[in-house]
């Protein structure tokens, strides 16, 4: 029975130390899945960010490319010439960007608009920004955004100083930024949730994926927090990707550079978002693995207990239920490996039980056996002490503590006496007696020297006329 309980408590063991280690396979697994997808979505949002921030450079590179064509022309023609005007009012409607066309002014209060705005008397063109901005540019450069009173849109001036006297001219065109608005709201459609065109020096948001921000300027006060770490990271001059802090989650965020126009562009990935998908699938399964672990726990401990049992029977005496001449000496030899040179074995033999068998029959001689075996069992049941049937009316008994000679035959004698009680007034005739032989461990080192002495033991019991015992 106890080994049976060490065996089981075995089994019990590797089930959890191998259901724990599915676990964390499992655990890993989903960590190098994430990581996986985490790894993908940065570069999507660096593949991404790079493709529109290349679309709204283009778009940029075409609007003055158009209007140098524009301003070349005029620079050719001259301002006398009547055909330059005629060529500004085709520039009305030539470009979704700029839909109202051209105009320009001098030093002298002159002004010509292509849309055929007046001004009015109060305007003064030399104190217009597009002109301060034009005054400084050869080539047509973009200038500070700022955001249309009328269309609550933004809108930049692209200006150039023209290459004409005596007066001091520049030339200029309003720039809506519709377009880059259509770009941000168009690269937010899938897993980037934000995105937005900003000025280098003003810090002015002049489009945003959230129309409400236009205009706005980026700052380490604002009151969003991925805003406000975005405008830090704007600050240390920190372009490409980095992991920010956001309101809801942390962010992948990419930061380039717009050329030609000073702005930047910035767009930003919820990490929470990337791996929402992930969770959808991560649970189902954790939830499978959790069913498999514990399945496996209840099949292995179902198998441990019938390897427990098989193994059990194996070593079992079938008559007796108690431990069989293999399973007796397996466990007397880790009994004295675990404490060696400490116990004594005994080995005795039931005196005079081939009269029962030749005079009373084989059933009866089967029933002294396992009475025989159910007195031993009780007599010897310390957490030490290991009894087991050798073979026909041979038994063996392992004491594995500590016990002096004096206790042994004690112990011995009283042993002899209760085997009188149970046998001698139901087979007085047959007079059943026990002779045994016991060996030390002291003074055997292995189990083999200790069988060998307890044998030799025995023997001499029986010599000297059997219901006794010898000790060696």
Known sequence: MKAKHRYIWTNIKLVCTIVPIVLVMIIIYFMLVRR????????????????YAEEISTWAKSILGEVTIY???????????EDTYELMYTSVDAHDAYPFGLYMGDDQGNYFDASGWDPGEDFVVTERDWYQEGLQHSQFAFGTPYVDAM?????????SRLRTGPAVTVLSADVYLDYASRLAEAITSGKIEHAFFVTADSR??????????????LSAEHESMLYQNVSRLLDAEKLGQHDILGDESVYFVNINTIPDTGWYFITCMN?????????????????????????LFFLTSLFSKEMSSIRTKARMDPLTRLLNREGFEELVRVALKERPGQGLLMIMDMDNFKLINDQLGHPVGDQVLRKFSSVLENYFNRNKDIVGRLGGDEFAVFVGRDISTRETEGMLKKFISIVHQNFDSEYPD???????????????????????????????????????????
Do not use: H
């Open 71 to 81: 301003k070349d022309m005029i620079e050719k023609l001259g301002l006398e010439n």
């Open 36 to 51: 996986e997808i985490l790894t993908f979505s940065r570069e999507k949002l660096l593949l991404e960010s790079n493709y």
């Open 204 to 217: 002015l948001i002049i489009a945003d994926s959230d129309a409400s921000m236009i205009g706005m300027t």
């Open 271 to 295: 990490r929470n978002e990337v791996l929402k998908d992930l969770w959808g699938i991560e649970f189902p399964m954790l939830l499978i693995a959790v069913i498999a672990s514990v399945l």
């Open 430 to 472: 047959q007079k059943l007696s026990a002779s045994i032989g016991v060996s030390l461990a002291v003074n055997s080192g292995t189990y083999e020297l200790l069988y060998q002495n307890a044998d030799k033991a025995l023997y001499e019991a029986k010599w000297n006329g059997k219901d006794r015992f010898q000790i060696k």
């Open 151 to 159: 269309t609550g849109g933004a809108c930049v001036s692209v200006s």
